[in-house]
Structure formats: structure tokens, C-alpha cells
């Protein structure tokens, strides 16, 4: 593609499901001028407890559908499959890829005072340590405090998010979390936003807050204009939205997270990508 | 195959993930004569809350990669798949396939006083209605209460087994079932049954609690003896494991739920089947 089939081409943006939404929103808050092509693994969710080889392959396949649609860069708008895929499949495409971990932690540095943080997050995104890695690269002595809540999703999901076994599960996962004291913390899972209000009743507000889907926009909105591809103008914007397994349930939560109706979405066969 | 070739024949098991493994524990104390060839879908669970076709595309490969092994049956050791896709995949392949729902069924009809009886499951087996169906074929006034119970399978697997927090969220789910006056209750959830005493506890001794697992394998063992293809003669037994992600964490389970050391697991790509 040429500088200006560039300009003109649509974001990648995909998740395991529809946690990345959470993310697509912040996208099409900060730079409305962008197409974007999303997709949720709907059919293989969750991909927190899951495998570094399973999410590699996962996030190589969703890749190739996104490079179909002629993406000119894409978001991984998941932890999980951000700290266990990123530096594969940056290895494997050419299409700019960025996480949501390397924007959050950048965040987390900026905020921190006393260089105390705390990741929450799946499984498999605290296993990896990737966010305590790259905190320590641009600061070497932070004390970095990670702790998997694999609860939290499916308590989400279930709708108990102001729910008093909620605040009880957060007292459980978090308590050491509290008890050190961290300035920072960081939401290290796209589904944790949504327990936002409870996490910061119970730490009170000597704890900042990081929600690394806003930061992420912002880096690709900087890589955009650093390369300038950004699309500058663009009156009729196209969303599309596709998901590996059952469309309605995915437009339910959509159209809660979206701030209008998504109109339409196509399933498709990520297997045979 | 001859008759035999069929006796010597292993049985197939499958499951989303682990929970079938109770499943095939008690088709190794009921037909310890028998092979067995398990397949656990890790790289795809939960199964629960997916859609019918995805479901039943799961069940055709995994079915196909089983058939490769030359099973003379197969048991779909999983109450969803069960629900969504045994009815498709009876009539597409000549294995005989049984599920875990009507031995479910038959032994609740059996058990009940009153006629009333609860069912528990994922959102996928109780949308199906395939429990309420089969119980009223054989007791067309049987009451059937069926409840979907979500954080059940995340609890157990996060080790809240007899955590206080379980226990509000059983009375949260069943306080309805408990309210009206079913006398029998199946646990329609192959992971359900290691909350068994903690429901036992809720309910008290007046509910009779159902496990489709012990069933099953009840009814496979008159399968194979009705059509002359029981195994009579086997020193030598072989259990073979199959799974689609992270064998290791599925040993750890599987050692746990088996009266003997699994020795070998091996991951395949279920994709490609």
C-alpha cells in the first residue's frame, strides 16, 4: 500500500472477546478519523488460564484474518495475548502490532511516587511478568507487585460487579496488595475497568488507578502521526466487528460498551486462518 | 472391525476439559477391563456459555480424532456437549455415542418421590432443555426446576471448594430450588460434583443428589455387554490421554482426580481434525 492507501486503511483491534471493546472505544474516542476492523475469539475464550503456545497460534490466526481486511496496524487489545504472543508475532508480520502492557506500564512509571506498583491480571498475564519486566526497564529499582484474580471475570460476567461477594473476592486478591504500600496500580485485563469503582472504594484514593486501554490509544495514535498514516479525514467511519463463535451475545455487551448500536456482526471460522 | 477386534477396542471419552476425568474414573471401576482413549478440549473450554454450532463443531472433530483411534464407543462425558450437539453428531457418525443427560434423567425419574426435581448446569445445558425433555418422556407430570449456575465452575477450579463465599453463592442460585420441595436434584455439570458435600450441606438430607457420571457409566457397561462387545479379558490395560492445551496443568488435575498416576498426556492440535 502506498502512503495514502495507508492513510485511508482501517485498525486491527482484537481480543479474546469482548473485554477489547473497552479499548476499540478508547480508538474511536481518540482518533475518529480511523476505520476499524475488530475482532473477539469469542469461540476460545478465556485465554487467561490457557497456554503461551495456545495464544501464539490463537493470535497468529487472528492476525492473518486481519491482514485479509488490510489493516494498516494492529492493537492486541488483550493482556493475556499481548504478554504471551506480542514478541512472536512481531517476529512473524510486518504490520505494526502494539500491546496494551508496554502503554500501561508506561503510565504506571509516570504516576508512581514511591516507585511501588501493583499489577492485577489473568493467569497467565502475571506468569508471564512481562508488565514487572518492562516497568523495571525504565525503572530499575521499582518494586513491582503482581497478583492473578482469576475470579474476577466471571464475576463480571455474572453481573455481580457492585455485588458484596465482589468486594469480598477484591479484600481476598488484594489485601497484601493494600497492606504494602503501592501508589499504583495497574488494570491489567480488559474486564477489570468494569470493577473500577468498587477497586477504588476499597483502596481509597491514596492509589492511583492505571487503565491501560487509554494508554494504548494514545500510543497508537502517537505511531500513527509519527508514520504519518494517521487518516485525517474520514466522514462516513466504518466499524466492523467479527467473533469466532455466536454474534447476538457478543452484540449485547457491545452495544452496553459501545456508546452507539453496532449494527452489524459477522461470524467466521478463525480455524481455518 | 469383527467382534473381536471390537472387543479389544478402546472406549472414547470426552470433555471440555477435565471435568469428564470423573467420568472416566467410573468407567475404570465399572469396566476395568476396558481401554480407554480420553480427550480433554483445554485450548477451548469452557464449553458452558458458547453457542450451539460451535459446539457441535467441536464435538465433529474431536469425534473424528477419536475415531482415528478406532473407539467402539464413545462417551461425550460432558453435560453441555451433551446437550448442544449429541442429537447432530448421532446422526452424522455410526459409532455408537451416548451423553451423560439421559442416564441423568432416568436415575432422577427412578429416585423421585414427589415428582419434582431440580436440575443444575451451565447456560448451555439449561437453555437446552434437554434434561426437562427426557425427564418427561418417561414422567410426562414431573415438575423440573432448572438453574444455571455460572460461578460454580470457576470457584471449584479457583479451590473455593468449602469457602464461605461458595456457599452464599450456592444459596444465591438455589435458594429458589431449596424454597419449592423437589425431593431430587441433578448435578448436571461434570464439575459439580466436587461441590457435592457443600450442596449436601444446603439442601439437607431430603434432597437426593443425582451424578450423571456414575450413570453413564452404568449405562455403557449394558451397551457393550447388549451387543457382545464387552472387553472380558485385559491384563493390560492402557488409559491414553489426550489434551488440546498444557498437558502439564492437566496432570496436575488429572493425578488429583484418578486413583492412579496418569503417565503420559499428549497435546494435540484439535483444529486440524
Known amino acids: 500500500m502506498n502512503i495514502e492507501e495507508l492513510k485511508k486503511a482501517p485498525i486491527g483491534v482484537f481480543d479474546s ?3 477489547g471493546l473497552t479499548v476499540a472505544r478508547e480508538i474511536m474516542r481518540q482518533l475518529p478519523n480511523e476505520d476499524i476492523i475488530y475482532f473477539g475469539d469469542t469461540a476460545r475464550l478465556p485465554y487467561g488460564s490457557k497456554s503461551k503456545e495456545s495464544i501464539i497460534r490463537f493470535s497468529k490466526q487472528i492476525i492473518r484474518f486481519l491482514r485479509t481486511k488490510h489493516v494498516k496496524a494492529i492493537v492486541i487489545a488483550c493482556n493475556t495475548a499481548t504478554a504471551q504472543a506480542l514478541d512472536a508475532v512481531q517476529q512473524e508480520f510486518d504490520t505494526p502490532i502494539i500491546g496494551v502492557i508496554a502503554p500501561g506500564a508506561r503510565a504506571a512509571v509516570a504516576e508512581t511516587k514511591n516507585k511501588k506498583i501493583g499489577v492485577t491480571g489473568t493467569e497467565g498475564t502475571i506468569r508471564s511478568n512481562m508488565y514487572t519486566r518492562i516497568i523495571r526497564e525504565m525503572l530499575p529499582d521499582a518494586e513491582v507487585l503482581g ?7 466471571p464475576l463480571v460476567e455474572e453481573g455481580f460487579k457492585d455485588h458484596h461477594i465482589t468486594e469480598e473476592v477484591i479484600d481476598i486478591y488484594l489485601r497484601e496488595m493494600k497492606e504494602s504500600d503501592i501508589d499504583t496500580m495497574i488494570l491489567g485485563c480488559t474486564h477489570y475497568p468494569l470493577l473500577r469503582s468498587a477497586i477504588i472504594r476499597y483502596f481509597g484514593d491514596k492509589v492511583h488507578i492505571v487503565n491501560p486501554a487509554y494508554e494504548a490509544a494514545m500510543d497508537l495514535k502517537k505511531i500513527l502521526e ?7 479525514n474520514n466522514e462516513f467511519n466504518k466499524y466492523e466487528f467479527y467473533v469466532s463463535d455466536a454474534a447476538e451475545k457478543f452484540k449485547q455487551f457491545a452495544n452496553f460498551v459501545l456508546p452507539y448500536d453496532v449494527k452489524s456482526i459477522e461470524q467466521i471460522n478463525i480455524e481455518e486462518y
Not at 147 to 153: D, G, T
Not at 226 to 232: L, S, Y
Open 17 to 19: 472477546g469482548v473485554g
Open 147 to 153: 497478583k492473578a484474580c482469576p475470579l474476577f471475570v
Open 226 to 232: 509519527e508514520n504519518g498514516i494517521a487518516n485525517e
